[in-house]
């Protein structure tokens, strides 16, 4: 996800109280089930209730990065390969709650007689180059014994692959949810070919904060950690879960019950998920891994010039704080 379109078109407010003169802390999401959950806080006054002014801009992915390195908001949800990309671009940030990791709402959709990643070889598959469903490709292919050379990549703004699959212009696109199910639903007989799923651990979903926001607002940005790990609860609890669900789903104007269907795709990570994940290690099971090869993607692909030191922006202190 780096550089998708979204058009920023509505606000949607929660009010604390605050010493007097200090501004809301903005925070711009999207469309991605792991940062709707947000949206349960939202509507609940659970920000109000921890006693922090939190104003939450619901934005379009691409614009939503673009706005927190401009400084128009304090944090932004986006993968922890594209904070990087927006590190190498000058904007110091530090992931502060790891709110999932893709489990299969990452998509690589075949067209009709598309029947596995091999079927492309020679094909053209349209998505946003430099994303993380570029990388999805890459691990795809490199799954099925092929390489990026035996396939042609077209450059198609995610939003727009449905309509791009549909029209016959490529013979596979690739999609983050709910983007992946709507290609799946315009295009008869379509099918995921791969999916996140057979990568658990490659794209994690951060909430980003900038780290001068973080070093002024430290109390309240802990504040606002620790509404998390009740969201995810809310979730998890039989009682409660189909009006989490139904709140998310209502966000991004899909019915409770075909969001509820595609859950699974994105594995939310409750507080002992975010310690676990947050630990450091090698490989996909940790945050660390993760963007190691996200970063050495970025790079190859000339996405930034150079490595970036991966624990500049990783800090679980406040995540880690809200077990004490």
Same mark, same amino acid.
């Given at each position: ?40 806080a939202i509507q609940k006054g659970w920000f109000k209730e921890a006693g922090v002014d939190?104003?939450? !801009? ?53 067209k009709p007689g598309i029947n596995s990643i091999k079927d492309l070889k020679g094909k ?7 994303? !993380? ?84 607002? +430290? ?26 669900? +139904? ?78």
């Amino acid at each position: 996800m780096t550089v998708a379109c979204r058009t920023t078109l509505s606000l949607l407010l929660t009010f604390a109280a605050l010493p007097a003169g200090e501004p809301s802390l903005k925070v711009a999401y999207s469309d991605w089930p792991g940062w709707t959950a947000w949206e349960i806080a939202i509507q609940k006054g659970w920000f109000k209730e921890a006693g922090v002014d939190v104003e939450f !801009v619901w934005m379009e992915y691409g614009p939503s990065m673009e706005a927190f390195q401009a400084g128009k908001v304090d944090a932004v949800t986006v993968t922890n390969g594209d904070q990087l990309v927006m590190g190498a671009a000058g904007k110091a940030s530090k992931g502060i709650v790891l709110t999932d990791y893709s489990n299969g709402n990452d998509m690589i959709v075949g067209k009709p007689g598309i029947n596995s990643i091999k079927d492309l070889k020679g094909k053209k598959i349209g998505l946003e180059l430099g994303l !993380v469903e570029h990388l999805l490709l890459l691990k795809a292919l490199e799954a099925n014994g092929m390489k990026e050379s035996d396939v042609t990549i077209v450059s198609v703004p995610t939003n727009d692959t449905p309509q791009t699959l549909a029209s016959g212009q490529v013979d596979a696109i690739a999609a983050w949810y709910p983007v992946s199910g709507q290609a799946l639903e315009l295009v008869p007989g379509s099918k995921p070919l791969f999916t996140s799923k057979e990568v658990p651990g490659l794209i994690y979903d951060f909430t980003v904060v900038a780290t001068e926001s973080l070093i002024k607002r +430290k109390a309240d940005w802990q504040k606002f950690a620790a509404v998390w790990p009740k969201i995810t609860a809310f979730l998890a609890d039989p009682k409660t879960r189909d009006d989490g669900i +139904k709140i998310m789903a209502a966000r991004v104007n899909v019915s409770a019950e075909k969001y509820a269907k595609a859950m699974p795709g994105t594995m939310i990570l409750d507080l002992a998920g975010n310690l676990k994940h947050f630990a450091k290690a090698e490989g996909l099971d940790s945050v660390y891994g993760s963007s190691k090869v996200a970063n050495a993607f970025n790079v190859a692909n000339k996405v930034y010039e150079k490595v970036l030191n991966i624990e500049d922006f990783i800090d679980p202190s406040f995540i880690t704080a809200v077990k004490k």
